[in-house]
């Protein structure tokens, strides 16, 4: 298994998607994340990823402006 760090997953998950020897992506975060994993006599397998934490809030009108000026100052958004 692979990881990136310190990289906005924004930013590479379409290049990794485009990547032929991807099979799955099962979580794109910057979050804290937990993986549950089971094993059977055939092997083991991945049953789901805990993402990150419950929302703080509701976002206001200046939260909103503030998420769409990060996504441009990265590059995710125009």
Known sequence: MALIKDAFPVNVLNAIKACPEVCSIFCATANPTQVIVA?????????????????????????????????????YKL
């Open 39 to 75: 094993e059977t006599s055939q092997g083991r397998g991945i049953l789901g990823v805990i993402d990150g934490y419950s929302p703080k809030g509701v976002e206001g009108e200046k939260d909103i402006q503030a998420r769409k000026q990060l996504l441009r100052n990265i590059g």
